[in-house]
């Protein structure tokens, strides 16, 4: 025994540290290389997981989004819901004498294209729309299209003060603001662009015009903790704060898209795309 002990002794004497170290290093080098290879094959598997997990919520949102807006299984997206008026039309044109022949709104809601100053403010993002100035804001006849009611306007953290001159040059009265925190779908905050902070929320003024219009604080709060949608896409909830103003009112939206359209409301703006049997009627905006 002690033979062979010394004879691995000297053999191990005369190979070389050297050949020593490139064996260790070569083997080394090999289970990196097994790390990677089950490091990536892992990641191109959970990778091909998510996408399919990505694929299935938005097949069941879009299922949801068209049962909320009156959507049939087998009618198409672009289609708009039963009983509602989109109108495509640039809002600055728009004769608003065709809509206030049929009476006034009792809810109007705005997410106006406010225009953003500064050499960079949007910080390198795109935005998906045209940007409107204060001016042309300023001249929409909002104030016309309500005797009493409710008025909804969403305003950025830069034209806040500007929005509250609006909506007394509107003849309004301030009475409360909602605000939406974003969150994503690990529901934390979900933080985004701002000039001096990241902002996690927007604000929405509420105005009425008119004592008898007020919202039911039973039915509303303000505070609405929804999770971030596309660019310049509100909250679905803000609809259910607005329809309880007036259970059985009218209801208008300005500014709005495709995504907008919703059963019972007139909808106008220059993104709004679908068809409606209801549009060519204009006794609809009277039923």
């Not at 600055?92 to 106006?112: C, E, F, K, R, T």
């Not at 939206?253 to 679908?274: D, M």
Request: proline share 3%.
């Amino acid at each position: 025994m002690m033979c062979r002990l010394s004879c691995c002794a000297q053999i191990e004497k005369r190979i070389p540290r050297s050949a020593l170290h490139l064996k260790s290093s070569a083997i080394h080098i090999l289970i990196i290389a097994l790390r990677q290879t089950h490091t990536h094959i892992w990641m191109v598997t959970h990778a091909t997981a998510v996408l399919d997990d990505i694929a299935a919520s938005r097949a069941r949102l879009t299922t949801n989004l068209n049962t909320l807006r009156g959507l049939d299984s087998e009618q198409k997206f672009d289609e708009a819901p039963a009983s509602c008026v989109p109108i495509h039309t640039d809002v600055q044109s728009y004769d608003w004498s065709l809509m206030l022949a049929h009476g006034g709104m009792d809810v109007v809601m705005m997410d106006p294209p406010w225009s953003l100053a500064g050499a960079n403010p949007t910080r390198g993002v795109t935005l998906g729309y045209s940007q409107m100035s204060d001016t042309s804001v300023l001249q929409i006849p909002i104030g016309s299209l309500q005797t009493s009611g409710i008025l909804l306007v969403w305003v950025i953290n830069a034209k806040y003060k500007l929005c509250l001159d609006m909506i007394e040059h509107w003849g309004y009265e301030v009475i409360d603001e909602l605000v939406w925190v974003k969150t994503t779908k690990y529901r934390r905050l979900a933080k985004s662009h701002g000039y001096y902070l990241q902002h996690a929320k927007e604000v929405c003024i509420v105005a009425r015009k008119g004592r008898q219009s007020s919202l039911h604080s039973a039915f509303c709060q303000d505070l609405l903790l929804s999770s971030r949608r596309g660019q310049s896409q509100k909250p679905e909830e803000i609809y259910t704060v607005a329809e309880s103003c007036h259970c059985t009112g009218r209801y208008l939206e300005v500014f709005g898209r495709r995504n907008n359209l919703r059963t019972f409301w007139i909808t106008i703006g220059n993104e709004v795309v679908g068809t409606c049997a209801s549009v060519k009627q204009p006794a609809a905006m009277t039923d």
